[in-house]
């Protein structure tokens, strides 16, 4: 499996060299010094153990989120899935620590993505469709202090992951679209076929009052406030 992995590599094969057994190893790896990266990125001004209680929550929030990625309610043909609130616990980091740790933890859920099984044709469509639109989830930071921040840092977060699907869409899955559909409006509507999708429900379901406290209850919690 090694050589198979090397042989992919020397050839830039990068596609193939991924889809190896070392090669999910390898992302793995890459995405546990991601991690570690997370870590040292907490700041230099909190104290170690505020530091690690951040990796422990981000931790625990890429498990979930990958737990979750593998149920789906419905899987689509070219990748993507509406799956059971998984993009959440990503956005969950942004809204709890900011965009800087919440993108690095998508980056972490992107790689996790690609090892377990990513849809793969083009090495620059695994970067938009795993690490890049799983780390625009993180932009959900941008909306940690204010009133209602959770729904609208869902809202922005999913729709930098639906931009970053949409080229790739256009880009790499143009030969799918129906005959006399431009690739643009394909691409757009398979997309939110799912994103949308996923994001009315999960807006729902963490709108009810008592879903609504725990949740912040839970961001005091792994901010340390209580």
Request: aromatic residues 12%; charged residues 10%.
């Amino acid at each position: 499996m090694f050589k198979d992995f090397i042989d992919a590599t020397t050839k830039g094969d990068i596609v193939t060299a991924l889809g190896t057994t070392t090669g999910q190893v390898v992302t793995f790896l890459l995405a546990a010094l991601l991690l570690l990266f997370i870590l040292v990125l907490s700041g230099k001004n909190k104290t170690q153990n505020i530091k690690i209680k951040e990796l422990t929550y981000t931790s625990i929030a890429i498990a979930i989120a990958t737990v979750l990625s593998m149920i789906k309610v419905l899987q689509l043909p070219q990748g993507g899935a509406i799956t059971l609130c998984s993009m959440l616990f990503i956005v969950l980091v942004g809204y709890w620590y900011g965009v800087k740790q919440g993108m690095l933890a998508g980056l972490v859920y992107g790689l996790l993505q690609i090892a377990l099984g990513g849809y793969i044709v083009h090495p620059v469509q695994i970067l938009l469709d795993y690490p890049l639109a799983f780390a625009a989830l993180g932009l959900s930071g941008l909306f940690s202090k204010t009133e209602g921040g959770l729904i609208k840092g869902l809202m922005i977060g999913a729709f930098g992951r639906f931009l970053c699907h949409f080229i790739s869409g256009i880009v790499f899955f143009a030969s799918y679209a129906p005959k006399d559909w431009d690739p643009m409006i394909y691409s757009a509507a398979y997309n939110i076929s799912y994103i949308g999708v996923e994001v009315f429900l999960t807006a729902i379901i963490i709108s009810i009052p008592a879903l609504d406290v725990a949740m912040k209850t839970i961001k005091r919690t792994a901010l340390n406030e209580g």
